[in-house]
């Protein structure tokens, strides 16, 4: 058991920290509180990031590809295009009359 004087002796830091403590923990917890807000608003704004990056890159990528497909089509339609003309220049040579020699 506390003596007499270190029991008082308690009781008088007891009623100067009991005002404090209070506001100390409700201090605590909203730093707390603050501090896993704004590490939670700084993952979303990384994985808004993140999301806008790839949106940009897949947009470029597409554009690319839309480009690629057209000039793949223009070549397709060369190559049709060429075959007809090879073909009826193989019929026109068939066609005409073989001169002797």
């Known amino acids: 058991m506390l003596s007499d004087e270190a029991q008082k002796l308690l009781e008088e830091i007891w009623r100067f920290v009991a ?7 409700g201090a605590t917890i909203g730093y707390i509180a603050a501090h896993k807000k704004m590490g939670a608003e700084a993952s979303k704004i990384y994985a808004e990031s993140d999301a806008i990056q790839l949106d940009s ?8 590809i839309e480009g690629y497909e057209l000039r793949v089509k223009d070549l397709t339609d060369e190559v049709e295009q060429l075959r007809t003309e090879v073909k009826s220049l193989r019929k026109a040579l068939d066609s005409r009359p073989i001169l002797p020699r």
């Open 57 to 64: 890159l897949t947009k470029h990528f597409q554009a690319l």
């Open 19 to 25: 005002p404090l403590a209070g506001p100390a923990g």
